[in-house]
């Protein structure tokens, strides 16, 4: 809730600047190209349809810009520096479209008029939204600072380095609500009073206290033992850091994260950008609208096939877990027979006799994934991303990959990097292998690498190597 209203006076902050940028340069132009374009008093000009619209639709247009540019993403935390290259790049980025879409239309008396109105809107716009973004900036720092906002950190680890970070975070306002030992044989070096058990105590104190995230500092060295721990973390689905030390090479791929001083590792966070992550979002919605638009005559003939086929419902939802581990109904074109899962959950083989034989064809072409577009434009999905399962299926992978949880920490997609490149998995051991490459697809996201996933995945549609 605190982070949404945050986000939410970022918001409100850069659209009242946007307003009054457009209303100053409005006055520029007037006194520059206005004469030229047929109008004598400056009210006349400033209640000119296109300059009308222009004042109710340019602020929207910057939130926009903002939005994809990942600036309301995280509220909290922000720091000053990259706040300033951000905002100066997304505003010179904005200013360029706003040039070409609007400016280009008036004439100017001279060609350097251009020149003046881009600069004097680029320093305009550049000001007037980093000077209140800087100042509520500033001010979360400082609520932080004198304990107003609160972020309750639990530390596990008891030794020398769990005290020098507890007392770190303590002076920029964290909340230290306790330590773990790992074991009763751990050297203690923090006060007694704040132990509040052992790992194994863990999920019992996460059930009951709000705790914002797990600081792991701990005085092994060793690389394995460490990631033994971790391995018990990942379940409580909080953001995990770990203190960095030289040599670390295990997490080499994860975003290092300096708080004030502090080098610590995220390791629940990957290299996407926020910036890319929001691109993706909207992409991924407008091509959604169009692909199930161009399709739809295919959707109409596969509903025909499947009725004709067999008897039963057009759809098939199942639960599976999706995003930060919330359930959600996936749809999919039915390609069994009713009834087809009585007992338990089983996985599809290449012969199953359960699949009809139209269901056979869907399989083999992809065909039953399309309804999932819908998925994506309800946001329970992604057009790529790991595939999502059902938490029968999850409860037995954890038990051999821990780490599988991380995938929680993005929406699970139509197609993915371990279905181009492994393809359907018939046991639990085979999704743990295609567990590599969806691992791969977390820690290396980018819009390429969509892209190329895409293209992979047209190829297996066109050849029909699906099942």
Same mark, same amino acid.
């Given at each position: 809730?605190?982070?949404?209203?945050?986000?939410?006076?970022?918001?409100?902050?850069?659209?009242?600047?946007?307003?009054?940028?457009?209303?100053?340069?409005?006055?520029?132009?007037?006194?520059?190209?206005?004469?030229?374009?047929?109008?004598?008093?400056?009210?006349?000009?400033?209640?000119?349809?296109?300059?009308?619209?222009?004042?109710?639709?340019?602020?929207?247009?910057?939130?926009?810009?903002?939005? =994809?540019?990942?600036?309301?993403?995280?509220?909290?935390?922000?720091?000053?520096?990259?706040?300033?290259?951000?905002?100066?790049?997304?505003?010179?980025?904005?200013?360029?479209?706003?040039?070409?879409?609007?400016?280009?239309?008036?004439?100017?008396?001279?060609?350097?008029?251009?020149?003046?109105?881009?600069?004097?809107?680029?320093?305009?716009?550049?000001?007037?939204?980093?000077?209140?973004?800087?100042? =509520?900036?500033?001010?979360?720092?400082?609520?932080?600072?004198?304990?107003?906002?609160?972020?309750?950190?639990?530390?596990?680890?008891?030794?020398?380095?769990?005290?020098?970070?507890?007392?770190?975070?303590?002076?920029?306002?964290?909340?230290?609500?306790?330590?773990?030992?790992?074991?009763?044989?751990?050297?203690?070096?923090?006060?007694?009073?704040?132990?509040?058990?052992?790992?194994?105590?863990?999920?019992?104190?996460?059930?009951?206290?709000?705790?914002?995230?797990?600081?792991?500092?701990?005085?092994?060295?060793?690389?394995?033992?460490?990631?033994?721990?971790?391995?018990?973390?990942?379940?409580?689905?909080?953001?995990?850091?770990?203190?960095?030390? @030289?040599?670390?090479?295990?997490?080499?791929?994860?975003?290092?994260?300096?708080?004030?001083?502090?080098?610590?590792? @995220?390791?629940?966070?990957?290299?996407?950008?926020?910036?890319?992550?929001?691109?993706?979002?909207?992409?991924?919605?407008?091509?959604?609208?169009?692909?199930?638009?161009?399709?739809?005559?295919?959707?109409?003939?596969?509903?025909?096939?499947?009725?004709?086929?067999?008897?039963?419902?057009?759809?098939?939802?199942?639960?599976?877990?999706?995003?930060?581990?919330?359930?959600?109904?996936?749809?999919?074109?039915?390609?069994?027979?009713?009834?087809?899962?009585?007992?338990?959950?089983? =996985?599809?083989?290449?012969?199953?006799?359960?699949?009809?034989?139209?269901?056979?064809?869907?399989?083999?072409?992809?065909?039953?994934?399309?309804?999932?577009?819908?998925?994506?434009?309800?946001?329970?999905?992604?057009?790529?991303?790991?595939?999502?399962?059902?938490?029968?299926?999850?409860?037995?992978?954890?038990?051999?990959?821990?780490?599988?949880? =991380?995938?929680?920490?993005?929406?699970?997609?139509?197609?993915?990097?371990?279905?181009?490149?492994?393809?359907?998995?018939?046991?639990?051991?085979?999704?743990?292998?295609?567990?590599?490459?969806?691992?791969?697809?977390?820690?290396?996201?980018?819009?390429?690498? @969509?892209?190329?996933?895409?293209?992979?995945?047209?190829?297996?549609?066109?050849?029909?190597?699906?099942?």
């Amino acid at each position: 809730m605190r982070s949404t209203i945050q986000a939410g006076k970022y918001v409100i902050a850069d659209f009242l600047s946007a307003s009054v940028v457009w209303i100053l340069f409005n006055l520029l132009r007037y006194h520059e190209v206005a004469s030229y374009l047929g109008f004598d008093t400056l009210a006349s000009f400033l209640t000119h349809t296109r300059v009308w619209e222009g004042q109710m639709l340019v602020p929207f247009f910057w939130l926009a810009i903002y939005y =994809l540019s990942g600036y309301y993403n995280k509220p909290f935390g922000k720091s000053r520096i990259s706040e300033f290259f951000l905002t100066f790049s997304t505003v010179w980025i904005g200013v360029t479209v706003l040039f070409f879409l609007i400016l280009l239309n008036d004439i100017p008396h001279s060609i350097y008029v251009y020149y003046e109105l881009y600069f004097t809107l680029l320093a305009l716009q550049f000001v007037c939204t980093y000077i209140p973004r800087l100042i =509520l900036t500033q001010q979360g720092i400082l609520k932080i600072k004198h304990r107003k906002w609160v972020m309750n950190v639990l530390i596990i680890g008891t030794g020398k380095k769990a005290q020098t970070i507890a007392d770190d975070l303590f002076k920029l306002g964290y909340h230290i609500a306790g330590f773990i030992q790992e074991d009763k044989s751990e050297e203690t070096k923090v006060n007694q009073e704040l132990i509040r058990g052992e790992l194994t105590d863990l999920p019992e104190i996460m059930k009951s206290e709000r705790l914002d995230e797990l600081v792991v500092a701990m005085e092994t060295s060793e690389s394995q033992k460490l990631l033994s721990i971790l391995y018990t973390l990942y379940p409580f689905k909080r953001p995990i850091k770990v203190l960095y030390v @030289d040599k670390m090479l295990l997490f080499s791929r994860v975003k290092m994260r300096n708080m004030y001083g502090i080098p610590l590792i @995220d390791l629940t966070d990957n290299n996407f950008s926020e910036a890319g992550k929001n691109l993706k979002v909207v992409l991924d919605k407008v091509l959604s609208v169009l692909i199930m638009t161009v399709l739809s005559p295919l959707f109409l003939y596969i509903i025909f096939r499947i009725k004709k086929d067999s008897s039963g419902p057009v759809f098939f939802r199942q639960e599976r877990i999706g995003y930060l581990g919330k359930p959600f109904m996936i749809y999919k074109f039915r390609t069994m027979y009713v009834d087809a899962e009585k007992e338990k959950p089983m =996985l599809s083989s290449e012969n199953d006799p359960r699949i009809t034989p139209f269901g056979r064809i869907m399989r083999k072409y992809r065909l039953d994934e399309l309804p999932q577009f819908w998925n994506v434009l309800k946001g329970d999905m992604a057009i790529v991303g790991p595939r999502p399962e059902r938490k029968y299926y999850i409860d037995q992978i954890v038990k051999k990959a821990p780490y599988y949880y =991380l995938l929680h920490n993005v929406h699970p997609g139509i197609t993915s990097l371990g279905m181009v490149k492994y393809g359907y998995a018939g046991n639990v051991d085979e999704m743990v292998e295609r567990l590599e490459y969806d691992m791969l697809y977390y820690e290396n996201m980018s819009m390429l690498l @969509d892209l190329k996933i895409l293209v992979f995945t047209i190829q297996t549609v066109a050849t029909g190597k699906g099942i």
